[in-house]
Structures are given as C-alpha cells and as structure tokens.
C-alpha cells in the first residue's frame, strides 16, 4: 500500500511540474503573440491563473493514465500525444471561440497550443512512458480497428456522425443565444448571411475533428463503453468547457456562464453519439483488467494485462 500511495503521489507532482510548464509557456507565447496579432494578449487574474494550473493539472494526470494503455512505441505516443493535446486546445477550442465571435484570435490560440501541446507530450513521455517490447504498430492498430465492420457500415456511421454532431451543436447554439444575444448588441454586432455561413462552416468542421480526431482513441481503447465516456468526455469538459469559463473572467458572468453551459452539453451529447456510433467491444473482461492495471503495482500483472491486449 505505501509503495501504491507513492508511486501515484509521484505521478501527481510531476503532473504538477508539467502543468506549471503548460501554464509558463501559455502565458509566454500569449505575450509574444501580441507582437503579432493585434489584440491577442490578455491580462489574467491570480485566480484565474490558478484554475488554470489546476485544470492542465487535472489533464496531464489522467491524459498520461490513459496513454499508459495503448501498445504503441514511444515515438508513437509522443506523436500521439502532441496531436491530442493540439486537437484539445487549438482546433477544438478555437473553433468554439470562432462561432461564439470572442475576442480570441484563433491564429494566436493556434500558436500558443503547439507550444503547449509539445510541452505537454515531451515532459509527459519523459517522466511516465517507459519503453516496452509489448508494442504494436500504430497503423496497424487502426487497420484492425477498421477492418472489423464492413466500409458501407462504417460509411454510415461515420455520415451518421458527421449530421448529428452538427445538428447538436446547431441546436444547442440557437437555444442558447437569446441568453447571450444582449452580449453582442453591446458590442454593436451585426449579424448577416455572411456571419451565419461561417459560423456553420465552422461547426461543420468541428464535427468532422471530432471524428478524426477520435477514431484513433476508438481504436487503442480496450476498455468498457461506460468508461470511455468518461475518457473522451472529461478531458474535452476541463479543456474546451471549464478553461474558457475560468480564464476569461473579463467576459460578462451573464456571457460566460450561458457559453459554458452549452459547450459543456454539446460535448458530452456528442461524446455520446461518437461512442455509440463507433465503439467495437473487445474480447474478454478488458475493463476489470484495466482497472487494475491502473491501480496496481505489480509486475507480474502489468506483463499478463500488456500479454492479454497485444492479440
């Protein structure tokens, strides 16, 4: 039991570390940025910063658990964790940005999450990925994934996808806006065609990152339906939900909480619809063994479960 409390104590302060350098090379590339863009920097409270350091904390803990699980080379994972990281907070959260029209610039939040994504995937390779022979190719992972149903099937699937996510978000952004409309007519904002085809060109590019971006978790998860959800769903929330909500405490409460609301019920509408849509279930009581991988510190075990996925 001591060696269980330390060895996740340990992984919560480096966690710690890397979420201070997240926080440090946001701050840094949001003050260089101004000298490019204009009106891209922003004065951030005390408190502000702190929810900030918590939620990247929160992120690189449970991000670095779940990546612990898939077989692939340390080169692979570092990729993979850079484009994660990217996906999460510069194309996901930009494009929010973009249709809700806030002040960010979604080249400066662009710029700023490369940095922070290759902090993020090089300090959490360092610290927790080790090497292992137990590793499969990363194409061949999702080669395996695909193969399992038929291309029309996934065709269907994957257009199915695509109009429902869209359709979520179109719904919950129309619902929402009478709460946030008086926002925009302080600012004098002038709604036409123009705005209105952007703004669903955008959520139209949302929906088809969303798929993109998780058909390679889809193929590496092992585990249940159930806790999938949490997987793909709780990091979008702290990230592309809570961050804004935090962090941008300039925005009238009466702006921001309508925004959080709605980006946190189309995230986890969404997560739904992609989880239904595209999980394949795997052979044998993967979640329980999982669940213990995780939370165990034996050896001998961390070689069966690595044994047991690796067919």
């Known amino acids: 039991m001591t060696k269980q409390t330390f060895k996740y104590a340990h992984r919560m302060m480096y966690s710690l570390v890397i979420a201070v350098g997240c926080v440090f090379i946001y701050i840094s590339t ?27 904390w929160v992120i690189i803990f449970f991000v670095s658990l779940l990546f612990e699980q898939f077989l692939l080379s340390i080169r692979a994972k570092t990729i993979s964790l850079f484009f994660y990281f990217f996906f999460l907070t510069g194309a996901i959260q930009g494009l929010v940005h973009y249709v809700m029209q806030t002040e960010v610039l979604f080249e400066s939040l662009l710029i700023t999450s490369i940095f922070v994504s290759i902090t993020s995937a090089a300090l959490i390779i360092k610290g927790f990925q080790k090497s292992s022979s137990e590793t499969k190719p990363y194409f061949q992972q999702i080669y395996r994934f695909f193969n399992q149903r038929h291309p029309f099937d996934w065709a269907v699937r994957i257009l199915a996808g695509g109009i429902l996510l869209f359709i979520t978000y179109y719904l919950m952004s129309s619902m929402i806006f009478p709460f946030i409309e008086p926002y925009y007519n302080q600012k004098s904002f002038h709604f036409g065609l123009y705005f209105e085809s952007k703004k669903r060109m955008a959520m139209v590019t949302h929906s088809v990152l969303m798929i993109l971006g998780f058909i390679p978790i889809f193929a590496l998860w092992r585990g249940s339906k159930s806790s999938l959800l949490f997987w793909l769903g709780f990091p979008l929330f702290i990230v592309v939900a809570l961050q804004p909500f935090i962090l941008y405490i300039h925005w009238p409460l009466g702006f921001r909480f309508p925004i959080f609301i709605q980006t946190t019920m189309i995230i986890y ?23 213990k991988f995780l939370w165990s510190n034996n050896k001998s075990f961390e070689r069966e479960y690595y044994s047991g996925i690796k067919e």
């Open 30 to 56: 949001d003050y260089l940025s101004s000298y490019f863009f204009s009106n891209s920097h922003h004065l951030f409270s005390m408190n502000a910063l702190f929810y900030m350091l918590l939620s990247y």
């Open 269 to 291: 509408i969404q997560t739904i619809i992609l989880v239904q849509l595209l999980f394949i279930p795997t052979t044998g009581n993967e979640e329980d063994r999982f669940s």
